[in-house]
Structures are given as structure tokens and as C-alpha cells.
């Protein structure tokens, strides 16, 4: 069988995660002479490329969690300038000054309830 068509049936046997590389050979090189240690040599270049843009995507995706799980807690459950009950300083000085809070109740002096 010759080499010609030995590289096309890998080309057509090759799974669809290779579809754009098979493409890419199929048309830019002249596959009546391509040998089937070339075509193996740029699928393999193909794999390598790819495995490069997976591994540092893994890698963020790690670090992105570990970062999580070490910042603070949000804005009233222990984050900076609250209690241990997750009250910030201002909302504990109000109420101990008995000033009410109207922000965010949904209420407030100039709607007249």
C-alpha cells in the first residue's frame, strides 16, 4: 500500500479533537507526498501545543481556588472592622447610640412611614 494512501486513512481515522489539525494538513501540505513519520511528527507537535495551553489553564484554575479559600469572609462575617458577631463598628456604635438605620430597610423618612 503506498505512503500516500496510508497517511489519509490516518487522517480520516483520527478523532474529532484532531479536525482542525487534519484540516490544517490537508491543506497546506501535499499529502501525495507526505511520509507517515511527517504527518505522526506534526500530530505530535499538535498534541504538545495543546497539552502546553491545558496545563497552565489547570494551573490557574488551582491557584484560583486556593486564593479563595484564604481571602476574608465578606463584608459582615469577619471581614476587617467587625465583631465576632459579624456586625461592622458603625452598625454597634448605632445601636448603641439608639440612632436607627434606615439603610436598606425599605423604608425611610421621606416616604412618610
Given at each position: 500500500?503506498?505512503?500516500?494512501?496510508?497517511?489519509e486513512?490516518?487522517?480520516r481515522s483520527l478523532?474529532?479533537?484532531?479536525?482542525?489539525?487534519?484540516?490544517?494538513?490537508?491543506?497546506?501540505?501535499?499529502?501525495?507526498?507526505?511520509?507517515?513519520?511527517?504527518?505522526v511528527?506534526?500530530?505530535?507537535?499538535?498534541?504538545?501545543?495543546?497539552?502546553?495551553?491545558?496545563e497552565?489553564?489547570?494551573?490557574?484554575?488551582q491557584m484560583?481556588?486556593?486564593?479563595q479559600?484564604?481571602?476574608?469572609?465578606?463584608?459582615?462575617?469577619?471581614?476587617?472592622?467587625?465583631?465576632s458577631?459579624g456586625?461592622?463598628?458603625g452598625?454597634?456604635?448605632k445601636?448603641?447610640?439608639?440612632?436607627?438605620?434606615?439603610?436598606g430597610?425599605?423604608?425611610?423618612?421621606?416616604?412618610?412611614?
Amino acid at each position: 500500500m503506498p505512503a500516500s494512501q496510508v497517511v489519509e486513512k490516518i487522517l480520516r481515522s483520527l478523532t474529532n479533537n484532531f479536525k482542525n489539525v487534519v484540516c490544517a494538513i490537508e491543506e497546506s501540505k501535499d499529502l501525495s507526498t507526505l511520509t507517515v513519520e511527517e504527518l505522526v511528527e506534526s500530530l505530535e507537535a499538535y498534541e504538545q501545543r495543546k497539552k502546553k495551553k491545558v496545563e497552565p489553564l489547570d494551573q490557574l484554575l488551582q491557584m484560583k481556588g486556593k486564593t479563595q479559600n484564604t481571602q476574608g469572609r465578606g463584608r459582615y462575617r469577619g471581614g476587617i472592622g467587625s465583631d465576632s458577631s459579624g456586625r461592622s463598628r458603625g452598625q454597634e456604635e448605632k445601636e448603641q447610640s439608639g440612632q436607627q438605620n434606615w439603610h436598606g430597610s425599605g423604608r425611610g423618612p421621606w416616604r412618610g412611614d
